[in-house]
Antibody
Framework: QVQLQESGPGLVRPAGTLSLTCAVS?????????WTWVRQPPGKGLEWLGE???????NYSPSFRGRVTISIDMSNNQVSLNLKSVTAADTAVYYC??????????WGQGTLVTVSS | QSALTQPASVSGSPGQSITISCTGA?????????VSWYQQLPGKAPKLIIY???KRPSGISNRFSGSKSGDTASLTISGLQADDEADYYC??????????FGGGTKLTVL
């Protein structure tokens, strides 16, 4: 059974770059799957950031295009998220999830990132 | 394109049925039978409960059902139970490799 675990700094300075990793276990990232990042600001709803295929093809939300980069590391069976030029509005819980066609299952437990000086 | 529209809150008593709507547009909900629904318990990650409009993953109770009419998808929970109290989110494919979430609906079991 596939499990996902997000990790990374819990605090990022304004104007800096948010970098997170999603470790995948119980499944090979080389399989014919896509992997997605979703975030949830405190007390608010879910926002789709983008996705990446096992082959490295990425799609991004228009709301974040230009700031977000998703990459895949097959040697370590993990997916990464970089979000640059962050502001306080980027404070959120960040989730990774396995994409099955157009739905997401399972999800990682999420990691809270706070943008503050 | 923008987030799908859901009611902010719904409520019901144990044993009753409730329905949560998810209104999109002809370019997303109306064009594809690719709406998924997620249950998010307090402090937890979202969990898939409906995919492809009306299919349930293994282990999800048949008290949860999905449907669609035009540009609006719906989630119905029958036989409401106390542990159904959670936030519910819809999500739709919108073409060109894009997906959008609804704003979420807080379900209160009275």
């Amino acid at each position: 059974q596939v499990q996902l675990q997000e990790s990374g700094p819990g605090l990022v300075r304004p104007a800096g770059t948010l970098s997170l990793t999603c470790a995948v276990s119980g499944d090979s990232i080389r399989s014919n799957d896509w992997w997605t990042w979703v975030r949830q600001p405190p007390g608010k709803g879910l926002e789709w950031l983008g996705e990446i295929s096992h082959g490295g093809n990425a799609n991004y939300s228009p709301s974040f295009r230009g700031r977000v980069t998703i990459s895949i590391d097959m040697s370590n069976n993990q997916v990464s998220l970089n979000l640059k030029s962050v502001t306080a509005a980027d404070t959120a819980v960040y989730y990774c999830a396995k994409t099955v066609l157009t739905w997401f299952d399972p999800w990682g437990q999420g990691t809270l990132v706070t943008v503050s000086s | 394109q923008s987030a799908l529209t859901q009611p902010a809150s719904v409520s019901g008593s144990p044993g009753q049925s409730i329905t949560i709507s998810c209104t999109g547009a002809s370019s997303d909900v109306g064009s594809y039978n690719l709406v998924s629904w997620y249950q998010q318990l307090p402090g937890k990650a979202p969990k898939l409960i409906i995919y492809e409009g009306n299919k349930r993953p293994s282990g999800i109770s048949n008290r949860f059902s999905g449907s669609k009419s035009g540009d609006t998808a719906s989630l119905t929970i029958s036989g409401l139970q106390a542990d159904d109290e959670a936030d519910y989110y819809c999500c739709s494919y919108a073409g060109t490799s894009l997906v959008f979430f609804g704003g979420g609906t807080k379900l209160t079991v009275l």
